[in-house]
């Protein structure tokens, strides 16, 4: 069936350092993809997405491509800020539109 | 826009008694509602997904006697933990999918601790 796997953590970086969070699929057909931002002690926010194959999705300085070869959809930004800390989900949107949540990875960013 | 709320966000009772958690869609209609529950530092599980005028579908090993769920309307589901018990202590999340049936939005979540 389909599922996500998703890079264990805690990360921990310096601010300002490069963030790679790996993320792989597998799935039937052609799923969407998302990546998740949970702050602690909130519900999750989209943080962005991908609908098909070759798509980056965007948003506050981080982005994902959207792999079909590898079935991947790795997490990344250039530079992060403290405020970056939290904890981030991988996700995707199969048949049935039933999603399915890679375990999280949680990130803290240290001055 | 598609913005989910739910209430309350915090939530202590007694062992025994029950608690209902509403899941409201304040910007449009959702077509289908799904309960998560997430212990801590883990990931989402579903319980279940909803759909406005029916029953809901249950995930496997989630006792629907204890987590009754209610999707009376297309803006508001609601989740009764009847009888609950300590172990039901847990972050729970509701998440609506409106005409982009791929995406859901999610709610703010609701703690849940059963002393």
């Known amino acids: 069936g389909d599922s996500v796997t998703q890079m264990e953590g805690p990360v921990t970086l310096s601010e300002e350092a490069f963030l790679t969070i790996n993320c792989t699929y597998t799935?039937?057909?052609?799923?969407?993809l998302f990546w998740y931002v949970q702050y602690p002690g909130e519900g999750l926010q989209l943080l962005l997405k991908?609908?098909?194959?070759?798509d980056k999705g965007s948003n506050k300085g981080f982005e994902a491509t959207y792999r079909k070869e590898t079935t991947s959809f790795h997490l990344e930004k250039g530079s992060v800020q403290v405020s970056d800390s939290a904890v981030y989900f991988c996700a995707l949107s199969g048949a049935g539109n039933q999603f399915y949540f890679g375990t999280g990875t949680s990130l803290t960013v240290i001055p | 826009g598609a913005v989910v709320s739910q209430h309350p966000s915090r939530v202590i009772c007694k062992s025994g008694t029950s608690v209902k958690i509403e899941c409201r869609s304040l910007?449009?209609?959702?077509?289908?509602m799904f309960w998560y529950r997430q212990f801590p530092k883990q990931s989402l599980m579903l319980m279940a997904t909803?759909?406005?005028?029916?029953?809901?579908?249950?995930e496997q090993g989630v006792e629907k006697d204890k987590f009754l769920i209610n999707h009376a309307s297309l803006t508001l589901s609601t989740l009764t933990v009847t009888s609950a018990h300590p172990e039901d202590s847990s972050f729970y999340i509701c998440?609506?999918?409106?005409?982009?049936?791929?995406?859901?939005?999610f709610g703010p979540g609701t703690r849940l601790t059963v002393t």
């Open positions: 799935a039937t057909g052609y799923p969407s």
């Open positions: 910007d449009f209609q959702a077509t289908t």
């Open positions: 909803s759909n406005e005028g029916s029953k809901a579908t249950y």
């Open positions: 998440s609506a999918t409106g005409s982009n049936r791929y995406e859901q939005y």
């Open positions: 991908a609908t098909k194959a070759d």
